[in-house]
Nanobody, 122 residues
Framework: QVQLVESGGGLVQAGGSLRLSCVPS????????MGWFRQAPGKEREFVSAIRWNLWRGTNTYYGDFVKGRFTISRDNAKNTVYLQMNSLKPEDTAVYYCATLRNSNYDVADWGQGTQVTVSS
Protein backbone atom coordinates (compact mmCIF):
# COMPACT_ATOMS: atom_id res chain seq x y z
CA GLN A 1 0.00 0.00 0.00
CA VAL A 2 2.91 2.33 0.70
CA GLN A 3 5.77 3.15 -1.62
CA LEU A 4 9.02 4.22 0.02
CA VAL A 5 11.85 6.04 -1.71
CA GLU A 6 15.23 6.22 0.02
CA SER A 7 18.05 8.61 -0.77
CA GLY A 8 21.20 9.99 0.78
CA GLY A 9 23.50 6.99 0.58
CA GLY A 10 27.01 7.25 -0.74
CA LEU A 11 30.69 6.75 -0.06
CA VAL A 12 32.31 8.29 3.00
CA GLN A 13 35.49 7.79 4.99
CA ALA A 14 35.44 6.30 8.45
CA GLY A 15 34.33 8.92 10.93
CA GLY A 16 32.22 10.74 8.37
CA SER A 17 28.49 11.35 8.28
CA LEU A 18 25.53 10.68 6.03
CA ARG A 19 21.87 11.60 6.22
CA LEU A 20 19.40 9.16 4.76
CA SER A 21 15.90 10.20 3.74
CA CYS A 22 12.77 8.15 3.26
CA VAL A 23 9.75 9.62 1.49
CA PRO A 24 6.55 7.58 1.73
CA SER A 25 3.68 7.71 -0.72
CA UNK A 26 0.38 6.12 0.10
CA UNK A 27 -1.70 5.35 3.15
CA UNK A 28 0.09 5.53 6.47
CA UNK A 29 -1.97 4.83 9.58
CA UNK A 30 -1.35 6.75 12.78
CA UNK A 31 -0.47 3.49 14.54
CA UNK A 32 2.33 2.81 12.08
CA UNK A 33 5.95 3.34 12.82
CA MET A 34 8.81 3.66 10.39
CA GLY A 35 12.33 2.42 10.58
CA TRP A 36 15.58 1.52 8.96
CA PHE A 37 17.23 -1.84 8.39
CA ARG A 38 20.49 -2.71 6.73
CA GLN A 39 21.96 -5.70 5.00
CA ALA A 40 25.59 -6.35 4.16
CA PRO A 41 26.68 -9.00 1.64
CA GLY A 42 26.45 -12.47 3.12
CA LYS A 43 24.70 -11.25 6.26
CA GLU A 44 21.13 -11.18 7.45
CA ARG A 45 19.14 -7.99 7.37
CA GLU A 46 19.36 -6.29 10.75
CA PHE A 47 17.44 -3.63 12.60
CA VAL A 48 19.02 -0.19 12.72
CA SER A 49 16.46 2.25 14.07
CA ALA A 50 12.75 2.97 14.32
CA ILE A 51 10.41 5.80 15.17
CA ARG A 52 6.85 5.30 16.34
CA TRP A 53 4.14 7.83 17.02
CA ASN A 54 0.73 7.67 18.65
CA LEU A 55 -1.83 10.20 19.83
CA TRP A 56 -1.63 9.00 23.42
CA ARG A 57 1.86 7.53 23.55
CA GLY A 58 3.68 10.32 21.79
CA THR A 59 6.78 9.72 19.75
CA ASN A 60 9.37 7.07 20.63
CA THR A 61 12.64 6.16 19.00
CA TYR A 62 14.56 2.89 19.05
CA TYR A 63 18.08 1.94 18.04
CA GLY A 64 20.10 -1.15 17.44
CA ASP A 65 22.76 -2.02 19.98
CA PHE A 66 25.59 -1.18 17.61
CA VAL A 67 24.55 2.47 17.24
CA LYS A 68 25.74 3.65 20.68
CA GLY A 69 24.62 7.23 20.13
CA ARG A 70 25.97 7.57 16.60
CA PHE A 71 22.64 7.50 14.73
CA THR A 72 19.53 9.62 15.11
CA ILE A 73 16.14 8.98 13.55
CA SER A 74 13.66 11.80 13.07
CA ARG A 75 10.46 12.65 11.25
CA ASP A 76 9.34 15.77 9.37
CA ASN A 77 5.55 15.84 9.26
CA ALA A 78 5.40 18.76 6.83
CA LYS A 79 7.56 16.98 4.27
CA ASN A 80 6.23 13.51 5.14
CA THR A 81 9.80 12.31 5.42
CA VAL A 82 11.79 10.17 7.86
CA TYR A 83 15.50 10.75 8.26
CA LEU A 84 18.41 8.78 9.62
CA GLN A 85 21.38 10.91 10.60
CA MET A 86 24.48 8.73 10.78
CA ASN A 87 27.61 10.09 12.42
CA SER A 88 30.99 8.56 13.21
CA LEU A 89 30.50 5.96 10.53
CA LYS A 90 32.59 2.81 10.60
CA PRO A 91 33.52 0.38 7.82
CA GLU A 92 31.24 -2.18 9.48
CA ASP A 93 28.32 0.16 8.73
CA THR A 94 28.74 -0.57 5.03
CA ALA A 95 25.48 -2.05 3.77
CA VAL A 96 22.34 -1.40 1.80
CA TYR A 97 19.99 0.56 4.02
CA TYR A 98 16.27 -0.03 3.67
CA CYS A 99 13.44 2.14 4.86
CA ALA A 100 10.35 0.35 6.14
CA THR A 101 6.92 0.90 7.59
CA LEU A 102 6.24 -1.04 10.77
CA ARG A 103 3.23 -2.69 12.34
CA ASN A 104 3.04 -3.92 15.93
CA SER A 105 6.75 -4.30 16.58
CA ASN A 106 10.00 -2.88 15.29
CA TYR A 107 10.56 -6.13 13.40
CA ASP A 108 7.09 -6.44 11.85
CA VAL A 109 7.62 -4.83 8.47
CA ALA A 110 4.69 -3.89 6.26
CA ASP A 111 6.51 -2.20 3.38
CA TRP A 112 10.10 -2.05 2.16
CA GLY A 113 11.87 0.62 0.19
CA GLN A 114 14.28 -0.13 -2.64
CA GLY A 115 17.34 0.53 -0.51
CA THR A 116 20.24 2.94 -0.68
CA GLN A 117 23.90 1.93 -0.61
CA VAL A 118 26.11 3.19 2.19
CA THR A 119 29.83 2.51 1.86
CA VAL A 120 32.33 3.49 4.53
CA SER A 121 36.00 3.27 3.65
CA SER A 122 38.80 2.83 6.16
Amino acid sequence: QVQLVESGGGLVQAGGSLRLSCVPSGRIFSSYGMGWFRQAPGKEREFVSAIRWNLWRGTNTYYGDFVKGRFTISRDNAKNTVYLQMNSLKPEDTAVYYCATLRNSNYDVADWGQGTQVTVSS
